[in-house]
T-cell receptor, first 115, second 113 residues
């Protein structure tokens, strides 16, 4: 199957700082990328959907100014958590899809810890 | 609005026995249905999907799922479970046209030796 990489796999940052997470589709062009949060033993919470070259569409309750998403190319999307707080600590997962009705391919996730 | 339900938080099955992980959905139009698996400490992986055509869909690792329109279900099945099948399974539905999938809350499958 297709491969999606995510970097970094783990990051620890201090409260008030920003952290950027990269998501890359390595062997296909992703017209759409998704960003999720996953809490322990719980389902995926969709944060936002981004299409290449367009502004991201955020789910209700997700602060767009706090979670900045950029989908600059067909193979790269970034999530920047700005002014991070301990409650932002979570497991963030990206996925990429080649087109409508295609399956998603997921990155391995990023464990963010805000101290 | 589209929705998907996985009614069981956990399914326990003995190795060698058949397994079923349940999924039901609700959409206004035609559903696109997906199953994904998340093994411990690993990313989610695509297992199989139903878009159109045969109601019985075969996927990776010997899994299959049957699309049942009248019961609005898409249960995941395997004839003979392996201990290595123990993982978290997610069903997702994407109403044709919305293209933003909704995931179920996940079902933890535990296969006992």
């Amino acid at each position: 199957g297709a491969v999606v990489s995510q970097h970094p796999s783990r990051v620890i940052c201090k409260s008030g700082t920003s952290v950027k997470i990269e998501c890359r589709s390595l062997d296909f062009q992703a017209t759409t990328m998704f960003w999720y949060r996953q809490f322990p033993k719980q389902s995926l919470m969709l944060m936002a959907t981004s299409n290449e070259g367009s502004k991201a569409t955020y789910e209700q309750g997700v602060e767009k100014d706090k979670f900045l998403i950029n989908h600059a190319s067909l193979t790269l999307s970034t999530l920047t958590v700005t002014s991070a707080h301990p409650e932002d600590s979570s497991f963030y997962i990206c996925s990429a899809r080649a087109g409508p009705a295609y399956e998603q391919y997921f990155g391995p996730g990023t464990r963010l810890t805000v101290t | 609005a589209q929705s998907v339900a996985q009614p069981e938080d956990q399914v326990n099955v003995a190795e060698g026995n058949p397994l079923t992980v349940k999924c039901t959905y609700s959409v206004s139009g035609n559903p696109y249905l997906f199953w994904y698996v998340q093994y411990p400490n690993r990313g989610l992986q695509f297992l199989l999907k139903y878009i159109t055509g045969d109601n019985l869909v075969k996927g990776s690792y010997g899994f299959e799922a049957e699309f049942n329109k009248s019961q609005t279900s898409f249960h995941l099945k395997k004839p003979s479970a392996l201990v290595s099948d123990s993982a978290l399974y997610f069903c997702a539905v994407d109403e044709g046209g919305s293209y933003i999938p909704t995931f179920g809350r996940g079902t933890s499958l535990i296969v006992h030796p």
